[in-house]
């Protein structure tokens, strides 16, 4: 399998995080790529987005979800996306929110660039929606233990706001939360997939 990605994005890492708890990181050949300028992504995925995974076979995989709903299904299900009832609901909400969460940190690390020149009016609406986002998952049952997706997600969006602002304390507050953090930035699909600048520079 090749991943495309950028060693910047949250979501490249939320996958490269799910084949390392699913012991399925050796399977998968890292392709950096800068979404922004490299026409070859756009061959391979029509929104020019990471990641994007290209299975053996040519099929192609495109979002981070779909990307992990498959990889957790090659290795037998269940593991961390709960098959059925109520305890895969609460994964998959907890999966959208913390995605909607990191593409908001996203926009807002973009509109913060711009903003000398280019205010973005949008600005104080990404700053609601992470801080919004953090109070959620400060109330959730995050496990230091067993990792399912919920997990996965919260970790990688917490790992991103050090990455981008690493002098803003998002932990006042909220205890709980940062309790977790401690206890599981080490694990080794954590650490082993710390985020970096790319040496093709994309944007993030």
Known sequence: MQLWLAFTSPFARKVRVAAH?????????????DPWTDPRLRAVNPLAKVPTLILEDGEILYESSAICDYL??????????????RERRRVLRVQGLTDGAATAAGRLFAAE?????QPDPMTPRFEQ???????????????TEAFSMAEVGAACLLGYLDFRWPERDWHAGRPVLSDWWAAVENRPSIAQTAHHLSTTAPRP
């Not at 708890?21 to 790529?33: P, Y």
């Not at 957790?72 to 009832?85: K, V």
């Not at 929606?129 to 496990?143: G, K, M, N, R």
């Open 113 to 117: 660039r711009r903003a000398a020149t």
């Open 72 to 85: 957790d299904e090659r290795a037998g299900g269940g593991r961390l996306l709960p098959r059925a009832g």
């Open 21 to 33: 708890e699913l012991g399925l990181a050796s399977e998968i050949e890292l392709v950096e790529t």
């Open 129 to 143: 929606a992470i801080a919004a986002s953090l109070d959620a998952l400060e109330t959730e049952p995050l496990s």
